[in-house]
């Protein structure tokens, strides 16, 4: 790392510190020249700033300039005053007040010299850098990112796409879903954030607290190329889950991303089984809704279905997040998240029934009633759902259906007549509700 000692240090510069000698330590990322009397708008943190000072003309001219500086964060000003006949007072005091390190630059010194000799220290130091964080490549990513770090003299984080902090080297200063929206949609922010190489469901993002040279840009590849070969290679840590758990069923219909987005969604979950476009997990806390409806977008999948259990024993748990994804794969939406204790047991047993035995069904208890409103252009099937989801009422299914209770006996007499069934007996009810919710069709 080049600071503004490493600057005092270099052959034939001669440069003499004149204010902020206990601030020498700052690290130097790039040099600017300027005769601005405000150059605020054009400058970076970390800079060292060269100047002759020419906009100086009277006592006073220096505050603006100075504060300038030291609102973007400049790393120092190395300054000549040959016309003047050396610094004025009026700088230097500005300097010190606003905490600036003051270099002298020799009357005699070109600037162009100058700033060869900076700009070969600072490609010197990026490539040392660059050498010393491949050497820590096969460390973890936590060591890589305090690597970088101490390199780049700024806190560095990695970011999972769904919004998750995977490591950092300081708190994060904004939430994580933040940082990941303000990168996908371009927008500018006080990180700087790079993608991790390697082809995965979620992506990694490498984020940086603040703007870079291009120095410290090209150290942040590197840093997210080495992340992302440590990624590839590492084997996520599963945490011990006890045999009482809940299980998740995820399915990523149209692609095979569901062991990464499981793996993603709940970090040290335990991976029960995978088999490309449905895995399952156990854990003891589930991923919602909102986190699916994150992750949607970064996938190649059509439709994102997932299915919860309670808990319960392993195997008695997986078979729940099973049916529980079967329900979910019959409804409506890009993004479909099925607790079990949402399902009502009989969908639970439905849902586990192949779709030739559930058309079976629907054939062998409802035919002749739905043939029947085929002929006749009638809707007796409805009236009998609603009939049996009034909980065989009469007046209450008349008066959801808005018709007079007699017409509505008529009709439930005439569908157990053509269903060959007393749908005022319970048994025969629960055949002929099966086989209704059974004939449920499959979302578009």
Same mark, same amino acid.
């Given at each position: ?8 240090? @270099? ?38 700033? @060269? &100047? ?6 009277? %006592? ?6 100075? #504060? ?6 400049? #790393?120092?000003?190395?300054? &000549? ?25 020799? =009357? ?15 490609? #010197? ?10 050497? !820590? ?17 700024? %806190? ?10 995977? =490591? ?7 939430? %994580? ?31 940086? $607290? ?13 840093? =997210?190329?080495?992340? $992302? ?14 045999? *009482? ?9 149209? &692609? ?25 997990? !156990? ?21 994102? +279905? ?19 994804? !079967?329900? #979910? ?27 030739? +035995? ?11 009633? +739905?043939?029947?409103?085929? *002929? ?17 009422? %009469? ?12 017409? @509505? ?9 053509? @269903? ?6 319970? =048994? ?10 059974? &004939? ?5």
């Amino acid at each position: 790392m080049t600071t503004v000692k490493t600057l005092l240090g @270099l052959p034939g510069l001669r440069l003499r510190p004149r204010a902020g000698t206990d601030l020498l330590d700052r690290p130097v990322t790039r040099i600017y020249v300027t005769e601005l009397s405000d150059p605020g708008r054009y400058l970076s943190a970390g800079e060292l700033v @060269l &100047s002759g000072l020419l906009w100086w003309h009277e %006592p006073g001219d220096a505050e603006p300039f100075v #504060a300038a500086l030291a609102r973007a964060g400049a #790393a120092a000003l190395a300054a &000549s005053g040959a016309d003047s006949g050396g610094i004025p007072d009026d700088v230097v005091d500005a300097c010190v007040r606003h905490r600036i390190p003051l270099l002298e630059v020799p =009357a005699d010194l070109s600037f162009s010299v100058i700033t060869e000799q900076v700009v070969l220290a600072l490609a #010197a130091a990026s490539e040392s850098a660059r050498k010393r964080l491949q050497a !820590a490549a096969e460390a973890p990513v936590e060591t890589l990112l305090e690597r970088a770090s101490a390199e780049l003299a700024l %806190p560095c984080w990695v970011l999972s796409g769904l919004g998750r902090v995977v =490591a950092g080297t300081a708190p994060l200063p904004m939430p %994580p879903e933040e940082a990941v929206r303000r990168y996908a949609a371009s927008e500018p922010g006080p990180l700087t954030v790079l993608p991790v190489e390697g082809r995965h469901a979620v992506p990694w993002l490498i984020a940086v $607290g603040g703007a870079l040279s291009t120095a410290q840009t090209e150290l942040a590849e590197e840093l =997210a190329g080495l992340v $992302g070969v440590t990624r590839a290679r590492s084997v996520p840590r599963e945490t011990p889950v006890p045999d *009482e758990a809940r299980v998740v069923a995820l399915r990523t219909e149209g &692609s095979d991303e569901s062991r990464d987005v499981l793996r993603e969604l709940l970090p040290g979950a335990l991976l029960l089984e995978s088999t490309g476009d449905t895995s399952y997990a !156990a854990t003891a806390l589930p991923p919602s809704a909102t986190e699916l409806s994150t992750v949607e977008p970064l996938l190649r999948a059509s439709r994102i +279905l997932c299915g919860v259990s309670d808990p319960a024993p392993r195997e008695e748990a997986r078979d729940t997040a099973r049916h529980a994804l !079967a329900v #979910a794969a019959r409804r409506r939406g890009r993004v479909v998240v099925v607790p079990a204790g949402e399902v009502a047991g009989h969908e639970l047993l439905l849902a586990g029934a192949p779709d030739g +035995l559930r058309a079976a069904l629907r054939r062998r208890v409802l035919g002749p009633l +739905l043939d029947y409103d085929a *002929e006749q252009h009638t809707d007796l099937v409805h009236t009998v759902r609603v009939f049996l989801e009034c909980s065989g009422s %009469p007046t209450r299914a008349a008066k959801a259906l808005h018709v007079h209770v007699n017409t @509505l006996r008529y009709r439930i007499g005439r569908a157990s007549e053509l @269903l060959g069934a007393d749908l005022t007996e319970f =048994a025969d009810q629960l055949d002929v509700y099966l086989a209704l919710r059974a &004939s449920e069709d499959r979302p578009g």
